[in-house]
């Protein structure tokens, strides 16, 4: 069954770091573009970072450029999602989730396309 897992989120202090893990699972990354979203209590979703091995890119919102890094383990089939000083306004549900071709379009908010695979999402609380 091809799938996504976040893990790695949790009750995290204001100005640490964080890693979330998203592992897929009978699909590699070699075709599936993956993205790291997050909804807010009472908020929308919001696109955060993408990256594509196939065409060597990597997308950040604006919103947390230099804060937040994308990266992948291929070993191990997992995209990190890095956060530096956290904030307690990054207490949220983040999710990973996969696509051949809509996942950095969806992201950036330039599609509305229905990604073809999501993890089931992880919380992180960040607190004083």
């Known amino acids: 069954e091809v799938q996504l897992v976040e893990s790695g989120g949790g009750l995290v202090q204001v100005g640490g770091s964080l890693r979330l893990s998203c592992t897929a699972s009978e699909f590699t990354f070699d075709d599936y573009d993956i993205g790291w979203f997050r909804q807010a209590p009472g908020k929308e979703r919001e696109g955060l970072s993408c990256i594509s091995r196939k065409h060597s890119t990597t997308y950040y919102d604006d919103s947390v450029k230099g804060r937040f890094t994308i990266s992948t383990e291929d070993a191990e089939n997992t995209v990190y999602l890095h956060i530096d000083g956290l904030k307690f306004e990054d207490t949220a549900i983040y999710y990973c989730?996969?696509?051949?071709?809509?996942?950095?379009?969806?992201?950036?908010?330039?599609?509305?396309?229905?990604?073809?695979?999501w993890g089931r999402g992880i919380s992180v609380t960040v607190s004083s």
């Open positions: 989730a996969a696509d051949k071709v809509f996942t950095c379009m969806v992201v950036a908010g330039i599609s509305d396309s229905d990604l073809e695979v």
